[in-house]
């Protein structure tokens, strides 16, 4: 069974950082393209970032130069750190988990098979 637990949200400033981690259980971690998306209150889920793994990397425009993806492997553990933050960034973060058997970053939310159940961010202006 699939696990993925996301934790490292909270309440910011705006300007301030937060990191969240997703740690999954269940898979074969380093096979698996990872992936973070947010869903804003009122709005449909997007994509944040993605991370393949061979490590490449794909952010959304809106958070490029902002935030940073990466994965550890041995903690079969994925992160989203998250510097400068604003007030739109605020939402319900969650990590998500592909079985697609590729070497690129995956961005589309209907390739994601294994969802995590969210972490909330908020900043405050």
């Known amino acids: 069974q699939v696990q993925l637990v996301e934790s490292g949200g909270g309440l910011v400033q705006a300007g301030g950082s937060l990191r969240l981690s997703c740690a999954a259980s269940?898979?074969?971690?380093?096979?698996?393209?990872m992936g973070w998306f947010r869903q804003p209150p009122g709005k449909e889920r997007e994509f944040v970032a993605a991370?393949?793994?061979?490590?490449?990397?794909n952010y959304a425009d809106s958070v490029k130069g902002r935030f940073t993806i990466s994965r550890d492997n041995a903690k079969n553990t994925a992160y989203l750190q998250m510097n400068n933050l604003k007030p739109e960034d605020t939402a319900v973060y969650y990590c998500?988990?592909?079985?697609?058997?590729?070497?690129?970053?995956?961005?589309?939310?209907?390739?994601?098979?294994?969802w995590g159940q969210g972490t909330q961010v908020t900043v405050s202006s």
């Open positions: 998500a988990a592909s079985s697609i058997d590729t070497v690129v970053p995956v961005v589309s939310i209907a390739s994601y098979d294994y």
């Open positions: 991370i393949s793994r061979t490590f490449s990397l």
């Open positions: 269940g898979l074969t971690f380093s096979r698996s393209p």
